[in-house]
């Protein structure tokens, strides 16, 4: 099973680069504007959530590596967030080793609002992926109020 989830990450990977590079070459200073639409927080701080949530659920909660809090504020350049990205694909190429005969199982651990929680790896694979490209549209929306036009990211760009 883990093939074909690392086949569709490195789709994920492809989208997200796109997203990357195009906040880099074009939006730059922007990155770390407040928009009221979204309660004040600048683009960067979706990019440092997206990337910090492969860390927790698949570093901290599936793999139970112990856990590096991260301030989204020291990560206010590309540079920096593209860093923490490869941390995530670190992560997840550690997490898809560890968990290549059981896709799943039932894990369990802590979380700090819900308490005990049950999920399989995939489960925490798919949510952290479709986490991303949930924010990545808030992300691409926040881009257009800050009048830089986004380009197709989707997983299939044409």
Known sequence: MTDILQKQYALVQGSREVVLSFIDKQVGN????????????????????????????????????????????????????????TRADDTVAIFFESFKENMEVLLEGHHNRAGLVSVTPLQLFTHVTTHEFHHKGQIMTMCRLLGHVPPDTDAIRF
Do not use: G, S
């Open 30 to 85: 922007d990155l770390n504007t407040p928009v009221p639409a979204f309660n004040n927080q600048p683009i960067r701080y979706f990019l440092v959530h997206n990337a910090d949530c492969y860390l927790h659920w698949l570093a901290y909660f599936a793999l139970k590596q112990p856990a590096k809090l991260i301030n989204n504020e020291d990560f206010n350049n590309m540079d920096l967030i593209r860093q923490l990205y």
